[in-house]
């Protein structure tokens, strides 16, 4: 049984999307998998911080800020697949505009 290898053919970094709280922003990652139908599909990250109170530092008041992507689960939780990297672009777009309620 062959294994599937999927390829990332596009990368697309989204935001700052204003919301109530902090901005969003998003990295999107257009994959391509040989022989899938349809064949191209989205995986959706987040740009997140983090911040760190480094234990050796003597000042209790001290935070060290770290952004890391991680998988994101507002817009990511939902299937994204299309005919071409544009379809699944699109869609994507929508379901921003549906979480965010961002005007047309």
């Known amino acids: 049984m062959p ?8 990368t697309v970094d989204i935001g700052p999307i ?5 901005p969003v922003r998003l990295r999107v990652e257009i994959l391509h998998t040989d022989g899938a ?4 599909s989205a995986r959706v990250w987040q740009l997140a911080a983090i911040l760190l ?3 050796e530092s ?3 008041d001290e935070l060290n ?11 990511g939780g939902e299937s994204f697949e299309g005919e ?3 379809d699944v672009l699109r869609q ?8 965010y309620y961002i005007p047309r």
Request: glycine share 4%; no cysteine; net charge negative.
């Open 3 to 10: 294994v599937p290898f999927s390829e990332v053919v596009r």
């Open 18 to 22: 204003e919301t109530g709280d902090e």
């Open 37 to 40: 139908a349809p064949p191209y």
């Open 53 to 55: 109170h480094p234990s």
């Open 58 to 60: 003597g000042d209790p």
């Open 65 to 75: 800020e770290y952004r890391m992507l991680v998988e994101d689960d507002t817009i």
């Open 84 to 86: 071409t990297p544009d």
């Open 92 to 99: 994507i777009r929508h379901r921003i505009a549906a979480v």
